[in-house]
């Protein structure tokens, strides 16, 4: 009998780049740019040279579906994750295999549908105290939006991570969160980084935030254990208090230590840029406000907390936020570590490169959606095509196991804050205001976003 031959793998196309350095200083140029440049040229696959290593972009979002979910085994966290490790540790973003699996078992029921429900009382108490102060600014000056949404998505993650014992310190967290994240962001795009015992100013800086981030959670971690306040009813309470089905062990106070820098980082920058650019579609789009107002103000009415419940019937300001996520996802690339050679259609991922998947990218591919940079929200309602779209068309919060843990807690967030905030004011743009992106480790605008709420 004939052996069988399967056909020979085509190559990948490489995108041309210069030597030595291949694609990598283009993409950190701008990144963006060249993304769009490869989605018009390739039409599947594309190979790039990016800070030394091999990684090959999918442009389908099929093939996407494949590295994500159905393939997902043959991935692994890429070489990206390890300068994320330095400042989050092993949290849930950063590990893998089965100890990834069993901190993910332990968390999830953290996030459970009914345990978020009870967690919306707190975004909306937390959301109306934010409004009272805005309320309480000069409204003919613009207000830093950016910023005002760091502050309070900051409070809500605390709020519902930690309990209420917390607020006071906030202010010195948050710098040291936002100085540890900097930091990485730099080291990880840079192409020369010193060993991080090296006492560069940077490094210092580095190392002192990240002595405040854990003195403040240790401290609350013996606090709890001390005062054995297993009623609290906070995620800290939860992930305390998980225990592994198989083994019956709890999680170890680093553990701890690692989950919750991971959820505080992962839980409130997302949600604030996001946040923040919705305001931005929304002050070009006066249209999409108006019928924005009008819903909330139907449904909510005057009441100064409205009950959470009352969020669930806002189908319109779930497509403002929906559709802001496509424009602007915060995570707009992720990358995966390829085990063993994986074959996709006529080409295949090597062993030891790095898959790409950008979600900026299959967000704005013509194929999926029409028109792709116009602003509008009815793309997610009832007769916006969501029945015949490729589920990997749309990904803001990933897909496959590693699907984002609090993906149900940012959207009812984000619900929350929009419609409160428009229920009391109205949003203007701030004339002759550019407002670029800046895609970081989140996809953040160059500079702070400033409207004025009226
Ligand atoms: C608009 C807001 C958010 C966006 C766009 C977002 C996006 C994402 C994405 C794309 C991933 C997957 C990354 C990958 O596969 O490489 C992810 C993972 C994760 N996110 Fe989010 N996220 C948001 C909000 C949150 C919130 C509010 C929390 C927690 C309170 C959170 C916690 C996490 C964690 C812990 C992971 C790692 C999950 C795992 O690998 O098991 N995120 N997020």
Redesign the pocket.
């Known amino acids: 009998m004939e052996p069988i031959t399967l056909p020979a793998s085509r190559p990948v196309p490489i995108h041309p780049g210069i030597p030595l350095l291949g694609n990598t200083l283009s993409f950190l140029q701008n990144p963006l740019g060249i993304l769009t440049t490869l989605q018009q040229r390739y039409d599947r696959m594309v190979h790039l040279r990016i800070g030394g290593r091999h990684q090959y972009l999918v442009l389908q979002p099929d093939d996407a579906k494949h590295v994500?979910q159905e393939n997902h085994r043959n991935y692994g966290?890429s070489p990206a994750f390890n300068v994320l490790k330095i400042f989050l540790g092993n949290?849930?973003?950063t590990s893998d295999g089965d100890f990834?699996r069993r901190?993910?078992r332990l968390?999830q029921p953290a996030?459970h549908r009914q345990r978020l429900a009870a967690l919306a009382q707190t975004m909306v108490n937390e959301t109306t105290d934010w409004i009272d102060e805005l309320q309480r600014l000069n409204r003919r000056h613009p207000v830093n939006v950016s910023q005002a949404f760091m502050d309070v998505t900051m409070r809500i993650?605390c709020k519902?991570?930690f309990g209420s014992d917390t607020i006071g310190k906030l202010d010195g967290l948050s710098a040291a969160l936002d100085t540890l994240q900097y930091q990485a962001n730099q080291r990880m795009l840079s192409p020369i980084r010193f060993p991080m015992q090296w006492p560069t100013p940077a490094h210092v800086r580095f190392r002192k935030a990240g002595e405040l981030v854990d003195s403040f959670i240790y401290g609350l971690i013996n606090q709890r254990r001390r005062d054995g306040s297993d009623q609290q009813h906070d995620?800290l309470a939860m992930l305390q208090s998980a225990e592994d089905d198989d083994t019956g062990e709890r999680m170890s106070d680093q553990q701890l230590r690692d989950?919750c820098v991971?959820?505080f980082a992962?839980?409130?920058e997302?949600?604030a840029?996001?946040m923040a650019w919705t305001l931005h579609l929304l002050t070009g789009h006066p249209d999409v406000l108006t019928r924005l107002q009008t819903e909330v103000k139907t449904v909510l009415g005057d009441t100064r907390t409205p009950p959470p419940d009352a969020f669930r019937s806002l189908p319109y300001t779930l497509q403002v936020v929906q559709e802001s996520?496509r424009l602007y996802?915060?995570?707009w690339i992720?990358?995966?570590l390829a085990l063993a050679d994986d074959p996709i259609g006529p080409y295949t991922i090597p062993a030891g490169s790095t898959a790409l998947v950008s979600?900026y990218l299959l967000h704005r591919d013509p194929a999926s959606w029409p028109d792709p940079e116009r602003f509008d929200p009815d793309r997610f309602g009832p007769a916006g095509g969501g029945d015949v779209r490729h589920s990997y068309a749309y990904?803001?919060?990933?897909?496959?196991?590693?699907?984002?843990?609090?993906?149900q807690?940012?959207?009812m967030?984000?619900q929350i804050l929009l419609a409160l905030l428009v229920r009391s004011f109205t949003i203007e743009s701030v004339p002759n205001q550019r407002v670029d992106t800046h895609p970081l480790i989140t996809l953040r605008p160059k500079k702070s976003i400033s409207v004025y709420l009226k």
């Open positions: 994500m966290r949290g849930l973003l990834w901190q993910r968390a996030f993650v519902t991570l995620l989950e991971t959820l992962a839980g409130h997302t949600t840029v996001s996520l996802p915060p995570a992720m990358s995966r979600p990904l803001p919060f990933g897909g496959g196991p590693r699907l984002c843990i609090g993906n807690f940012a959207l967030e984000m």
